[in-house]
């Protein structure tokens, strides 16, 4: 361990996968070549027909089974496992540079009065132009949508980390469902005194499979989310009490 590591938190990085092998094995690869590796690379294989869950343990990974489907059920899974003081959440298919670690971790120990830091993803497979306009497009339009609903930045699972005691202490407020957008509940469960920091400079590359399938079920499941979050807090009941907590 070198003196960047023992000066940074214990960082655990849980990836949920169910049949993605293929991609897996590039994030894995991203994460050997990280400038601040990993203490502990969490792998829950979402009863993957695949080889995903050899392929991490080949690679050295932790591999943790859930056989409830859906990634809300497997995040969580790996997330209560997690024995480092701060969770990175990354997907499958998520490819970051070789600083991304550091960058997030030195972000949250920057800003040590928030919960959690995240950062925007960059479609890769595409033509430059096109991907750009689209990036832009899908983060400025999820960032504003959302931030709207929480009266906060939300937190991105493409790109995300956030502190274990944190995690800790709403883990079981989760609304856990395969209809259900994890990072989005998980979102949700920032309250009024917690911050977050939506950093625009620490981005990853993210597939963009979302954009050419599965778009409407993406859609629902966020409709869902919302929904059974505004059954406990409405928008405005937010604001107000995150207005007051300041």
């Known amino acids: 361990m070198n003196q960047q590591q023992r000066d940074s938190p214990r960082c655990s990085v849980v990836v949920p996968v169910r049949n993605d092998a293929v991609h897996l094995r590039r994030f894995l ?4 070549q990280q400038s601040r590796t990993p203490d502990e690379v969490i792998v829950v294989d979402n009863a993957s027909c695949d080889d995903s869950a050899r392929l991490a343990r080949d690679r050295g990974a932790r591999v943790l089974q859930e056989s409830r489907i859906g990634i809300p059920f497997a995040a969580a899974t790996g997330y209560n496992a997690a024995t480092g003081r701060v969770i990175v959440r990354a997907d499958a298919d998520t490819l970051p540079g070789a600083d991304w670690l550091d960058k997030l971790l030195a972000h949250l120990d920057r800003h040590d009065d928030a919960v959690a830091v995240s950062g925007p993803g960059h479609f890769y497979g595409m033509p430059n132009l096109i991907s750009s306009v689209a990036s832009f ?3 400025g339009g999820y960032v504003c949508a959302t931030g709207l609903a929480l009266g906060h ?10 502190r274990t005691s944190w995690w800790n202490q709403v883990r079981c407020d989760l609304h856990l469902g395969p209809d259900v957008h994890d990072d989005l509940d998980l979102s949700f469960r920032v309250r009024p005194q917690d911050r977050v920091v939506f950093a625009p400079a620490i981005w990853v590359g993210m597939s963009a499979r979302p954009l050419r399938a599965g778009t409407s079920v993406r859609l629902r499941r966020g409709i ?3 929904r059974v979050n505004w059954r406990d807090e409405r928008p405005w009941e937010r604001w107000a009490a995150r207005r007051r907590s300041t």
């Open 153 to 162: 930045p939300p937190l991105f699972g493409t790109n995300l980390a956030f």
């Open 137 to 139: 497009l899908y983060n």
């Open 29 to 32: 690869d991203a994460l050997d």
């Open 224 to 226: 869902e989310t919302v």
